[in-house]
């Protein structure tokens, strides 16, 4: 038990703390995050290695307990709900870095549910119906919190940025 | 793909090269699994969490500065910036094997708690220390707020303004090493030797602490002030006495319960044997969130007229109820507090958010 625990750790942390990251925007808060789901899977790791999905598993758990119904407010992420960044309309040549740091801005205004999804979509690439199970609730609703949360970034993003960033082309 | 998804993707994928190393991840996990152990088995009796109370160092007077009292005591709660040497959170919505979600019980658990309702008896105290002002440039006016005792946040005026905390310790603050740089500058606050500290890896964040006369420690944390500002800051506090206003009030709550966190948009109560602050794990829990569980178009309940919902989740359920758009009252309750649907119904009806609370993010 205790090696092939230490083995999925060893080989598949890093890829957890990605994971982690994207989820909760904040380094220290992944690692604890990660820390705090393997320590109680190190647990049971016997019954859930039986039933295979072991990462499946583990990566539920990171999003379940990261939008956890039991809500605890430090002081390192206690915040009132963002203002949404002001955006202006850059034409620069560095519009490409400006346009991802200001999707990663945005991130940190959205929902946990939504930015779940989003990071389960365009990161995991998985599809809706396993981000429903992963979250435990249906597809459809899968599609309407990617909905939103995108709708909120395409609302607020500079299209022109947008539009140089993807297509290398100058607005 | 549209642009926009493009454009996350790649944002994405840039961004997770930014996430911490996994360095000696093992071994601390094993580390907490280790502790995790030990507590399941320290917390399987009520006598023994009362110990733990003991345990943590509970002056039974402290003095500040010439005269003040506060109310109560630190306990020992988690510091601000060791998050991850604190104490563990729950698990609530750990995801278990299909035939295993039954067995996990709620962690920790405390002794059944029987639910009678009753008017509120809890009283507000105030923070018996206030800063100057205009000593940190953008620092919005102070509010007393309450985890296990009185504290002081400044909020963030906006985004990315300061924010300073400041807090009583029964004991000497102590730091996860990886959470702030290596060593720590001494510097004088009215006076007195004090310790300065700086976050790690270009955090924003400083703590600076001393022993006061009286015998406790007072913590300063803030996120945004340069040293010196900081020092200014902590000169400045005197005597005197911040109200505590909450973001809720109520007509009924459970008798017996007591008022252990006041924050800016939740209220938490806590059953006489869990120890004081720094957990949601086994509180009863009134908060305005702005996001949700579920479709409110959907919910099948109704609360003083309102979409409502009871959600039922490991070591507890929750009763969301929805007051305008982006704005719910949840209250949670764990397994160990027995209370009927109706009444949780009941206090909800009963309960009014004070003018200007903004929702948070759960």
């Known amino acids: 038990v205790a090696d092939s625990f230490n083995d999925f750790v060893v080989n598949r942390g890093q890829a957890l703390l990605r994971f982690a990251y994207l989820l909760t925007g904040d380094r220290h808060l992944a690692e604890d995050l990660v820390q705090e789901v393997l320590a109680r899977v190190h647990q049971r790791w016997e019954r859930i290695e039986r039933n295979e999905g072991a990462e499946f598993y583990v990566r539920t758990a990171l999003v379940r307990q990261h939008i956890s119904w039991w809500r605890r407010m430090s002081f390192r992420n206690e915040r009132p709900v963002a203002e949404v960044p002001d955006t202006t309309d850059r034409r620069s040549a560095e519009q490409t870095l400006a346009a991802r740091a200001e999707i990663w801005q945005l991130l940190a205004t959205l929902p946990r549910r939504q930015r779940a999804v989003l990071v389960l979509r365009f990161y995991e690439d998985l599809p809706d119906d396993e981000i429903a199970t992963l979250l435990g609730c249906s597809a459809i609703n899968v599609r309407v919190l990617a909905s939103r949360a995108l709708a909120r970034l395409r609302a607020t993003l500079v299209r022109p940025t947008v539009t140089t960033n993807i297509e290398g082309t100058t607005t | ?362």
């Open chain 2, 1 to 362: 793909m549209s642009e926009i998804d493009l454009l996350l993707r790649e944002t994405l994928q840039d961004q997770a090269e930014e996430a911490p190393g996994a360095n000696g991840l093992l071994t601390r996990v094993q580390a907490r699994s280790r502790r995790l152990r030990r507590r399941r088995a320290g917390l399987a009796g009520a006598g023994i969490a009362a110990a733990v109370l003991v345990a943590s160092g509970t002056p039974a007077a402290v003095h500040l500065f010439a005269g003040s009292t506060p109310r109560g005591a630190d306990t020992g709660g988690p510091a601000n910036a060791t998050a991850s040497a604190g104490p563990s959170k729950t698990f609530a919505s750990e995801p278990a094997p299909p035939e295993d979600r039954e067995s996990i019980p709620p962690d920790p658990s405390y002794a059944p708690f029987p639910v009678r309702l009753g008017p509120p008896s809890y009283s507000l105290p105030g923070f018996p220390l206030v800063p100057a002002t205009n000593t940190v440039a953008g620092l919005a006016p102070p509010v007393a707020l309450m985890d296990g005792q009185p504290r002081l946040y400044h909020p963030p005026a906006g985004e990315g303004q300061p924010t300073i905390e400041v807090r009583f310790r029964a004991q000497k603050p102590a730091f996860d090493a990886r959470d702030v740089a290596p060593g720590g500058e001494q510097v004088l606050v009215r006076g007195i030797d004090a310790t300065m500290l700086v976050g790690s890896g270009g955090a924003a964040n400083r703590y600076l602490y001393w022993l006061d006369p009286s015998g406790a420690w007072i913590l300063v944390s803030a996120s945004g002030v340069d040293g010196p500002t900081l020092v200014k800051y902590a000169d400045s506090l005197r005597p005197g006495n911040i109200p505590m206003t909450a973001p809720f009030t109520f007509q009924t709550l459970p008798r017996g319960l007591e008022l252990d966190q006041v924050g800016p948009s939740d209220m938490v109560f806590r059953t006489p044997d869990a120890p004081p602050g720094g957990s949601y794990i086994g509180r009863f829990v009134v908060m305005l969130n702005t996001d949700v569980s579920g479709e409110p178009a959907t919910w099948p309940l109704r609360v003083d007229g309102r979409p409502a919902s009871i959600i039922q989740q490991d070591g507890g359920r929750s009763l969301q109820v929805l007051l305008s758009e982006g704005r719910h009252l949840v209250i949670q309750v764990p397994a160990n507090i027995l209370i009927s649907d109706e009444d949780l119904k009941q206090i909800a009806a009963g309960t009014t958010v004070a003018d200007g609370v903004v929702g948070a993010r759960g």
